[in-house]
Structure formats: structure tokens, C-alpha cells
């Protein structure tokens, strides 16, 4: 938004001084005295043309030093004996946009016509028409106008450069970050998860070995500590790989739905709709939003059953899960992390979710996430 406002007072800018440059020339042509009265219409026109050509100098420089060379020239031969104001400003804005070689071999062929301009316009002494010539185009007004316009291209690619390394140095500050983080996680949270994985094993297998029933709640901390391993994993390749490990999406709903049931949480899943290929941040957040879902009725709402229903809708995805827990109707949620956390992903994606408790009891987690604008 900066940028385009930028653009257009740029642009106001480019032309006020084109309006400005075509009424000092036509204010010094109806001022001055010239030699072809017959030409004085076709000699006002250039004056003016030259001027206002400048107006889009940024988004052209060339043609409109072409332009406005073209117009001193022809005013020239008009018999309007004055500077070539417009070329100088054309020039500036040719060598600051980078056609340095193309502004000298123009200005080469403008310092080599202007003085057949003059003779064109009635003069027949060659040294008063090369004077006339070196006023119209002074050689150090020229030199000056290109050197202007090197110098601010200079600082402009100084200040570019700048901002790429500011940028870079921030980019490599995160990079650390992610790194450190990394560290952190597989420091503190690993070895935990390992033993809390490997004693639910032993305890499974020594179950076995005795010929007793598993219990379902061990066996549901065995799965819970092998996905949490391998989603930790995960977090980890993500934060050292700048996201380029393989995500979850919908296709590992159906794994979410299992675990629930082995918890002894009775799920159900429903899919509707015509399935279709989703943008890989839709699949990500789709699922994470059924996980935290099911996280959440497992830890905190006494449910007995609960359901997962995915709807693939022409422009959106649209994801339920609903659980018959203690949530009573018009009870305020508590916007715990979870929470919270889907919220910004579904925002993220310009999506709308409701996370609120059933009028007949129990709680309802609802999204919709958009599919044909997603980046």
C-alpha cells in the first residue's frame, strides 16, 4: 500500500515539473523575439510538447529523451532561440534510470544537429549559428544533468544494497533462531517422550509375554508417544529445514480418528462432497484443527462420543468435529492455546471458525477455510 502511494505522488510529482517546464518555456518563446513568425504555431507546439513529455519520464526515459531532443530541435529550426531545458531533465532521468551509454550517443547527435537547427532557421553565418547552437545546450549543463542523475542512481543502488543485507542479516538471525529452538526442543522434550514411549512398550510387551489383557489406556499411551515422537520429529526437520519436511494433512485424519477410538473415545468420521486437490496450507491447518479438536475432547470434556465430518465444497473446505461432553449451552469457552492457535491459522488463511458449546450439550468446533484464494 506504502509503495503504490509512493508511485502515484512520484507520478504527481514527475508531472507538475513537466507543467511547470512546458509554461517557463512557452512563457520565454511568447516573451522572446524569434526570426520565423510563419512558424510560430508549430513552434509554440514543440515548446510545449518538449515540456510535458517530461511527464513520463520514469515509466519511459528513453523515448522521452528522444521526445524532447526531437521538440529542441525542432523549435530550433522554428527560430525560438531558447535553452533545451526539457533535454537537460530528460537526461537526469535517463542516466539515473541506467541507459547511460544511450543519453551519450544522443547527446552527441543533439550537440551535432542543433547547430543545423539554427542555420535552418534563417541564420546563414556558421559561427552565429554554432552560437546560437552552444546556448541552446550548454556542453557543462549537460555534463552537470548526467552527472546528477549517475550520482542519485548510485545512491539509490547504495541504499538497495543496504536493504538487502538489512534483510539478510535478518533472515540469518531467524535461521539462527529456528536452530536454537531446535536445540531447545530436542534437549528438553525428546528424552522425555523416549522413556515415556519405551516403558509403555516394555509394559505392553511384558503383558503379552504373561498372556493378560492390554489395557486400552496403555495401549493408547504407546500410540500417543510414538506420534508424539515422530510429530516432535517433525517440528524439529521443520525448524532446521525451513519447512521443508513432508507435512500432515487430511489423508492422516483417519490415523487422529483411530487413536481417539483406542482412547475409548467412541469417533466417527464422515467425508462429503466431491474431493478435490487442496492447497497444501488448507491440508495442514484442516488437520491440525481435527487434532486439537480430538486433543482437547480427550483432556477436558468428559465425552463419550464425538464426530469428525469434512464437507469439500466448490470454494471452501469445511471441517466439524462435535462432541457430547459437559459443555453446557451458553457457556463462555476459555481460549486456552489450542484454541487460540486455530484461530490464527484459520485467519491466516482468510477462513472463519466457531469453537462454542452445542445448544444440545456438548461442544462444536467449526471451520471453513477458502480454497480458491489460498496462496
Not at 537547427?117 to 554554432?130: C, K, M, N, Q, R
Not at 509394559?203 to 510414538?226: F, N, S, T, Y
Not at 529445514?241 to 473415545?265: I, Y
Not at 465444497?313 to 461432553?325: E, N, Q, Y
Request: aromatic content about 4%; charged content about 25%.
Amino acid at each position: 500500500m506504502s509503495t503504490g502511494r509512493s508511485a502515484v505522488r512520484a507520478g504527481a510529482g514527475d508531472w507538475a515539473i513537466a507543467v511547470c517546464v512546458a509554461a517557463t518555456l512557452l512563457f520565454t518563446g511568447l516573451s522572446g523575439r524569434h526570426s520565423a513568425t510563419n512558424l510560430d504555431l508549430p513552434g509554440y507546439a514543440l515548446l510545449a510538447a518538449g515540456g510535458l513529455a517530461l511527464g513520463a519520464r520514469r515509466r519511459a526515459p528513453v523515448p522521452v529523451l528522444a521526445v524532447t531532443g526531437l521538440c529542441a530541435a525542432g523549435y530550433q529550426a522554428a527560430g525560438f532561440d531558447i535553452p533545451a531545458v526539457a533535454y537537460l531533465f530528460a537526461v537526469y532521468g535517463a542516466v539515473r534510470a541506467g541507459h547511460r551509454t544511450t543519453t551519450v550517443v544522443v547527446s552527441v547527435i543533439m550537440l551535432a544537429v542543433l547547430p543545423l537547427a539554427a542555420l535552418a532557421s534563417g541564420l546563414h553565418d556558421i559561427g552565429a549559428a554554432l552560437a546560437q547552437a552552444r546556448g541552446a545546450l550548454e556542453l557543462a549543463w549537460l555534463i552537470a544533468a548526467g552527472a546528477a542523475g549517475e550520482a542519485l542512481r548510485q545512491a539509490e543502488r547504495r541504499a538497495d544494497e543496504a536493504e538487502r543485507t538489512r534483510e539478510e542479516t535478518a533472515r540469518r538471525r531467524a535461521d539462527e533462531e529456528r536452530l536454537h529452538i531446535a536445540r531447545e526442543l530436542h534437549d528438553s522434550l525428546t528424552h522425555q517422550i523416549s522413556v515415556i514411549k519405551v516403558q509403555a512398550e516394555v509394559a505392553v510387551h511384558l503383558a503379552r509375554k504373561r498372556g493378560e489383557k492390554v489395557p486400552d489406556a496403555l495401549l493408547a499411551i504407546q500410540e500417543a508417544g510414538r506420534e508424539a515422537m515422530r510429530e516432535l520429529r517433525a517440528a524439529l526437520e521443520a525448524l532446521r529445514d525451513d519447512g521443508t519436511a513432508p507435512p500432515r494433512g487430511l489423508d492422516h485424519v483417519p490415523e487422529l480418528v483411530k487413536r481417539a477410538r483406542t482412547s475409548g473415545l467412541d469417533t466417527t468420521l464422515t467425508i462429503g462432497g466431491r474431493r478435490c486437490d487442496l492447497p497444501a496450507a488448507v491440508d495442514r491447518t484442516a488437520y491440525r484443527i481435527v487434532q486439537e479438536s480430538l486433543t482437547n475432547i480427550a483432556r477436558h470434556a468428559a465425552a463419550t462420543t464425538a464426530s469428525v465430518r469434512i464437507d469439500y465444497r466448490p470454494d471452501a473446505l469445511a471441517v466439524r468435529v462435535d462432541d457430547d461432553g459437559k459443555a453446557a449451552p451458553g457457556a463462555v469457552p476459555m481460549p486456552g492455546i489450542g484454541l487460540l492457535g486455530m484461530h490464527e491459522r484459520v485467519a491466516a488463511l482468510g477462513g472463519r471458525l466457531r469453537a462454542e458449546p452445542r445448544d444440545e450439550g456438548g461442544f462444536t468446533v467449526q471451520a471453513e477455510l477458502p480454497i480458491g484464494s489460498t496462496p
